[in-house]
């Protein structure tokens, strides 16, 4: 597992504040790795999911900053939806 991956963990847990998630969600982060986000939190993995995100390691770390709104990163190109667009907007105001 990569140093992204287990920071994207830390980052997603700490916004989840213990609270677990409706539904399963996959962030593949280009070249580094994997991280679910389900009704136990986040954590470092690949299993199906009712979401999936892709996008790189740079654009993946601007909006767990919240320096990359990931609407707009998705409307630019930057981050690819494939599956529950209603999940990925759940996501988008989690990670918001």
Known sequence: MSAVVDEAVTQLNAK???EGFDGTAKFVIDGEGTVMI???GA?????????TLTAD???F???LDG????TAAFMQGKLKVDGDMGMAMKLS????
């Open 57 to 59: 390691a740079d654009t």
């Open 93 to 96: 105001s989690l990670l918001g």
């Open 61 to 63: 770390r601007a909006i």
């Open 67 to 70: 320096d990359q709104n990931p």
């Open 16 to 18: 989840m504040a213990g």
């Open 43 to 51: 954590r470092a993995g690949d299993a199906p999911a009712d979401v």
């Open 38 to 40: 389900d009704e136990n």
